[in-house]
């Protein structure tokens, strides 16, 4: 039986090994196998590899030490992450985390307060993994600002499609004009534009002919 090192990062742009060195300043039990996965811990549809490896490895009882970076490595669902301490209970695993360090305090409280403390700590660290999940989730929407010519990320990206140059909207407009009867479908194919694109320009040009005839008249 032997030692695991669980890592665990959300995106491609990071690096779950800057979790490594932290985890192995914690591992006072020898020789350990590494896990690590690129994935979320949130999404119920998002597989982790690595991880379920580890978990067949805890339920033969060839792990009795998982030491992790943060518990949300294992999960930011409170619940599941309640259910994933159950589990490693009932294969005599015990779960070590370099940010959660109280876990070593709650293993040295005489039962049964250890086990009714360890349950209340995980289920505030878990709504904490909860919660900080949904606020990172409500300031990306707070930052997107809403201008009277579209909507921008907070960054000052545009959202939605993209505007049609001056170029390509005058040749638009020239070959509609000489080409009154022709329809939207056959207008897209001749200038490779989608044909929403070609309706509502053609709206907008139609309307624009109307109100000048109208302030002529």
């Known amino acids: 039986m032997i030692t695991a090192i669980y ?6 742009e990071q690096s779950p090994e800057l979790q490594l060195n932290d985890c192995k300043s914690i591992n006072n039990y020898g020789q350990y196998e590494l896990f690590k996965d690129k994935q979320s811990a949130w999404k119920d ?5 690595d991880f379920e490896k580890l978990k067949v490895k805890i339920k033969k009882r060839q ?15 409170r619940i599941k992450l309640k259910a994933f301490f ?14 959660q360090k109280w876990l070593e305090d709650m293993n040295a409280i005489k039962s049964p307060w250890n086990e009714i403390m360890h349950d209340l700590m995980l289920q ?6 909860e919660d900080e999940s949904k606020k990172k989730s409500d300031r990306v929407k707070m930052a997107v600002r809403k201008k009277i010519k579209g909507t921008y990320s907070h960054k000052g ?3 939605g499609r993209k505007s049609l140059s001056t170029f390509k909207q005058n040749q638009l407009k020239k070959y509609i004009e000489e080409n009154p009867n022709i329809s939207i479908r056959g207008i897209a194919t001749d200038l490779e534009l989608s044909k929403s694109v070609v309706h509502k320009y ?9 109100e000048i005839e109208q302030s002529i008249n």
Request: with cysteine; glycine share 4%.
């Open 124 to 129: 505030i660290m878990g709504w904490m993994g």
């Open 157 to 159: 990206n545009k959202w």
């Open 45 to 49: 549809n998002k597989e982790r590899e």
């Open 7 to 12: 890592i665990r990062t959300s995106t491609n």
């Open 202 to 210: 053609l709206t907008k040009y139609k309307l624009k002919k109307m």
């Open 63 to 77: 792990i009795i030490h998982l030491i992790v970076w943060d518990l949300d490595r294992i999960y930011r669902n």
């Open 86 to 99: 159950e589990f490693c209970k009932i294969y005599d695993c015990k779960i070590h985390s370099y940010r």
